[in-house]
């Protein structure tokens, strides 16, 4: 039942009418990028990752070997890009096509 104060929009998408605390829930919900590794599983920040590839590191004059464990994720808000730290390489922004998560 609505309460007196309570601010209603119309949703276009769903073609209800919505509370605005509800609506900005939803689109909260809808900003968040989900970030899947090579073989689909859904990274998280926190999660550890396996090389799947030798990756050349630019800059570095360094090559991961693949079945490197990198520890400790963090997502970038992009899709295809997970920042993480290597003991050797700090500031190390790695493709989620390149890893699997463990």
């Known amino acids: 039942m609505a309460q ?3 601010d209603y929009i119309y949703d ?4 209800e009418w919505m509370s605005a605390a509800d ?3 939803r689109n909260q919900d ?3 990028v989900e970030v899947r590794d090579a073989v689909g599983n859904v990274l998280a920040d926190g999660d550890s990752v396996t090389l799947i590839k030798d990756l050349a590191v630019k800059g570095a004059n360094q090559t ?3 079945g490197t464990v ?6 970038t808000g992009d899709a295809q890009e997970i920042d993480c730290r290597h003991d050797a ?3 190390l922004v790695l493709r989620a ?3 699997r998560k463990r």
């Not at 276009?12 to 073609?15: A, M």
């Not at 990198?70 to 997502?75: E, G, Q, T």
Request: proline fraction near 0%; charged fraction near 35%; glycine fraction near 10%.
């Open 4 to 6: 007196d104060g309570d």
């Open 12 to 15: 276009e998408v769903s073609g």
């Open 23 to 25: 609506l900005a829930n």
């Open 30 to 32: 809808a900003d968040q």
């Open 64 to 66: 991961l070997k693949r």
């Open 70 to 75: 990198i520890k400790s994720i963090r997502l």
């Open 89 to 91: 390489i700090k500031g």
């Open 97 to 99: 096509e390149f890893v």
